[in-house]
C-alpha cells in the first residue's frame, strides 16, 4: 500500500497548491495528470474482490512553426496494487505524433489517441467514462484482465471544415503495444454538424481482425475486412444545464448485431465546489463490437471494455457523482451495473462477468 500512500500525499500536496508542475512558454507545453481508483467488485462467476489502480500521464508539446507542432505523451500505470501485488509497473509512450494545422483543416500522422462521438465505436484514450481501459495489462488478474494497455492509432487522422460540419477520416494501425497485444488495420470517415438544436452525425468505419474458427463458426461470424456503421446525436437542454447524447452502431458482424449508448450529463465542474451528475447507459449485442474469445480490448475497432463473446449479449447502467475539491483535484463516485445474457459461465475460457463495480476516483490536473 506504500504506492496508494504516496501518491495521495503527492495529490493532496498538489491540489493543495504546495507545488506548480505544469509549465508552458511560446513554443513548449508541459502538462499532465494523476488517476488513483479504489474498486469493490462483486461477480457472477468469480469471488468478489478489491482493486486499485493508478496512471500518470505527461503531456509534452513542442511548437515547431505556426503550423507545425510535436505532441508525446508517456504513461505510467499499474492496473492493480495491494498488499500482494503482481508485477504491472509499466511505462509506454503512448503518444508520437506531428500535426500540420491550417485555419479549416489539420492533419496528424503518427502514434495518437482520439475518440468519436460518445465513444462507444472509436475511443482510444480512456475508454468508457466509468469504465478502466487505459490501464497497463497484468497477467492473471482477478478481474481476468490481460492486455488493457494505453491502445492507440498508429496512422493519419485528417479533419476538416466543410461550412458547419466537421469531418475527420482516419488510416492506421490499432495498437495494444503488447508482446502479445492486437495490431489490426482500421481506417474510417465520419462527419458531424448542426441540425437545429441537435448536432447529428454519421460515420463509416473498416476492421481487419482474426476471430476464432470456432466463433466464425457458432456466431456466424467472418475473419477480414468488416465494415460498421455509427449515427450518433446530442443537444443541450435547459440553457446548456443538461447534455444528451446518443450513438448507434451496426454492421461490423455477418448477423449485423447491433449496439447503442445513451448518455446524460450535467456540465463539467469549473469551479471549487462544483457537482457533475451523469447517467449512462449501454446496450451490446454479442457480435456488434466485434469482439472475440479474447479479453483483448484492441479487438476491432472499439476499445471499450468489452464482454466475451460466450457471454452473449448485455447491458450496463452507471452513475457517478464528481466534485472538484480544489481548482486541479476532483473526486468521483461510480456505480456500474452489468447485465450478461450468460452470466452463469464458469468455464476457464470465459472472461470475468462483472455483476456490480462501485468505485471512488481521485484526478488531479498539473
Known amino acids: 500500500m506504500k504506492k496508494v500512500f504516496l501518491l495521495l500525499t503527492v495529490m493532496v500536496a498538489l491540489g493543495t497548491g504546495a507545488t506548480a508542475f505544469a509549465a508552458e512558454n511560446d513554443s513548449l507545453t508541459v502538462n499532465g495528470d494523476i488517476r488513483l481508483r479504489f474498486d469493490k467488485q462483486t461477480n457472477y462467476n468469480q469471488p468478489d474482490f478489491n482493486a486499485n489502480k493508478y496512471r500518470i500521464r505527461l503531456n509534452l508539446g513542442y511548437k515547431l512553426s505556426p503550423e507545425w507542432s510535436f505532441n508525446t505523451r508517456v504513461v505510467a500505470g499499474d492496473s492493480l496494487f495491494g498488499d500482494a501485488p503482481p508485477n504491472v509497473d509499466d511505462v509506454q509512450i503512448s503518444v508520437a505524433s506531428l500535426t500540420y494545422k491550417q485555419p479549416d483543416w489539420n492533419a496528424t500522422i503518427g502514434r495518437q489517441v482520439f475518440s468519436m462521438f460518445e465513444g462507444l465505436a472509436v475511443s482510444m484514450d480512456d475508454g468508457h467514462t466509468p469504465g478502466d481501459a487505459g490501464y497497463p495489462a497484468a497477467g492473471n488478474r482477478p478481474d481476468g484482465g490481460q492486455s488493457k494497455n494505453f491502445p492507440s492509432l498508429q496512422g493519419v487522422k485528417f479533419q476538416n471544415k466543410i461550412g458547419k460540419t466537421n469531418v475527420t477520416s482516419f488510416y492506421g494501425n490499432l495498437n495494444a503495444r503488447t508482446d502479445d497485444g492486437a495490431n489490426y488495420n482500421v481506417k474510417g470517415i465520419a462527419a458531424i454538424g448542426p441540425v437545429g438544436a441537435f448536432k447529428v452525425g454519421g460515420m463509416v468505419y473498416t476492421t ?32 446548456n444545464y ?40 449501454r446496450n451490446v449485442e454479442q ?45 468521483t463516485l461510480f456505480y456500474e451495473k452489468y447485465n450478461p445474457q450468460n452470466h ?22 498539473f
Request: aromatic fraction near 12%.
Open 208 to 239: 481487419d481482425s482474426y476471430v476464432s474458427a470456432a466463433d466464425v463458426s457458432k456466431y456466424g461470424m467472418k475473419n477480414g475486412s468488416k465494415t460498421g456503421y455509427s449515427v450518433t446525436a446530442n443537444t443541450k437542454l435547459f440553457n
Open 287 to 331: 457480435n456488434a463490437l466485434d469482439y472475440n474469445s479474447c479479453t483483448n480490448t484492441a479487438r476491432g475497432i472499439s476499445t471499450m471494455r468489452t464482454k466475451n463473446i460466450n457471454i452473449g449479449d448485455f447491458t450496463y447502467w452507471a452513475l457517478s457523482a464528481k466534485r472538484q475539491l480544489t481548482p486541479d483535484l476532483s473526486a
Open 344 to 365: 452463469g459461465k464458469t468455464t476457464p475460457s470465459s472472461a470475468q462477468v462483472e455483476d456490480q463495480v462501485y468505485r471512488l476516483q481521485l484526478d488531479y490536473k
Open 242 to 281: 443538461l447534455y444528451t447524447g446518443a450513438e448507434y452502431i451496426w454492421g461490423l458482424a455477418d448477423m449485423h448485431d447491433k449496439a447503442y449508448k445513451l448518455i446524460v450529463k450535467t456540465p463539467e465542474t469549473k469551479k471549487v465546489g462544483d457537482m457533475q451528475y451523469a447517467v449512462e447507459y
